[in-house]
């Protein structure tokens, strides 16, 4: 991997200043400057590498990131939109509910009024046809008791007599 690459040459680096030798009495260190300048080289080549791998992650994680965000932005709406809908589901059921007691509290109402109809219509019928039989039942009994009536005064017929 070129991260190694780098740490391998700054090692290298380090190792040449470590390999070099020492002025006396400073803080200097003569080192091979053709070895230096190589490992410096090979930096330049490995660095822009690197970076441009870096510069792929970040792009990449960006991305990722992105669709991420986009997916639970999409995730977010469609829960809101199903929240929307069975709370107009729930809102349409309520009010289909409530319609349909109304429905059924006015037809209860109307068969309580066909039903109150139906039974003032039977007991005028039953009462006009009581009063008819009842006048009829006193025709009959007034025919009948003037045939007794008629029969006493005249006697019991005999056989010949009758028609």
Known sequence: MI??????????????????????????????????FDIIDQMRVSIPQEMKQANELLQDREKVLAAAAEEAEHVVEEARENAA??????????AARAEAENIKAQ???????????????????????ES????????TSNGLAALKRKRTQTGPESPEEAP
Request: hydrophobic share 45%.
């Open 3 to 36: 991260t190694i690459d780098i740490l391998t040459l700054v090692d290298r680096l380090e190792a040449l200043i470590n390999e070099g030798w020492r002025i006396p009495f400073t803080m200097k260190t003569v080192i091979d400057e053709n070895a230096f």
């Open 85 to 94: 809908r069975l709370l107009d589901e729930h809102e349409i059921v309520a």
């Open 107 to 129: 037809m209860q109402r109307e068969a309580e009024e066909i039903r109150k109809g139906a039974d003032d219509y039977a007991m005028g019928v039953l009462s006009d046809l």
């Open 132 to 139: 008819r039989l009842s006048s009829l039942l006193r025709t």
